[in-house]
């Protein structure tokens, strides 16, 4: 099987605990989330935490399926998913945004909220290299930006002004893996990948205290930023991820 792995702070707890047994008997391959989309869309990935756009096109493509209720939800802020610069989205009107190419749901989050919410629709697109000052920023990126930053610059938290919006929870990704697999291969995955979930979830002082040594970040502020996380989608999560389908059109 060849298994994709995400190296940001709000996916350790899926991989931290995984054993290095059932890790050596697959391919690992680590990417950021459009990477990893880019490798199941060519047929060069098994199963993985797909940024959630890319998991609604792989599954309904009919390729692929969720793979048990596990993913990345944001209920209010999440502090990893932010829009820098702005002091109110009336600045982003006629304005260019730099966005990360890292993931294709907060890029249409974003569209989303802009377009469907304040009724701006002028704004323009831009690639990270891009000098302008509004920059939408994920994962470890955006969790650095706000850490340091503070109230320093202006930040628009994306998965807040969801809640606020909507009233519902924002799922950013979601485990998924290739239906043509043998059903056991699946099923083991899945157990495995819980197991090391829950297991992360009853110690995340540990989990917190090696995301803190592996990015020089304070342990206590990831460790305040992964308990505010929601990796299992329940009614609600699903709720939230039905209502974002239908405000892209594609239900």
């Known amino acids: ?17 995984l ?6 008997e697959h391919q690992v391959v680590s990417g950021n989330p459009r990477q990893l989309g880019a490798l199941a ?17 792989l599954v309904s493509g009919g390729e692929f399926e969720w793979l048990d209720s596990m993913g990345i939800a944001g ?5 990893s998913i932010l829009l820098v610069g702005a002091a ?14 890292q993931t ?5 989050l974003m569209e989303v909220l802009l377009r469907q919410k304040h009724g701006i629709g002028d704004f323009q697109m831009a690639p990270p290299e891009d000098p302008t000052p509004f920059r939408l920023l994920i994962g470890d990126e955006a969790l650095r930006r706000k850490l340091q ?18 009233g519902k929870p924002f799922v950013f990704a979601r485990w998924a893996v290739r239906k043509s697999l043998p059903l056991r291969d699946r099923m083991r995955l899945a157990v495995s990948v819980r197991s090391a979930l829950e297991l992360s979830l009853g110690d995340l002082e540990d989990v917190s205290r090696a995301q803190s040594e592996r990015t020089g970040l304070p342990q206590a502020e990831l460790m305040a930023y992964l308990k505010a996380i929601r990796f299992n989608l329940g009614p609600a999560e699903l709720a939230g991820a039905d209502a974002f389908a239908e405000k ?3 239900t």
Not at 1 to 11: A, E, H, L, R
Not at 88 to 101: E, F, H, T
Not at 104 to 108: G, I, N, S
């Open 1 to 17: 099987m060849k298994f994709g792995t995400i190296p940001f702070v709000n996916m350790a707890p899926y991989y931290h605990f």
């Open 19 to 24: 054993s290095s047994r059932w890790l050596d």
């Open 41 to 57: 869309k060519t047929n060069k990935l098994d199963a993985a935490p797909f940024s959630y756009v890319d998991g609604m096109e």
């Open 75 to 79: 209920y209010g802020p999440i502090r």
């Open 88 to 101: 109110s989205p009336k600045d982003l009107a006629g304005r260019s945004v730099a966005v990360s190419p």
């Open 104 to 108: 294709a749901t907060t890029v249409r």
């Open 149 to 166: 930053q503070g109230g320093a610059e202006p930040q628009m938290d994306l998965s807040e002004e969801w809640t606020q919006w909507t």
């Open 248 to 250: 892209l059109g594609l």
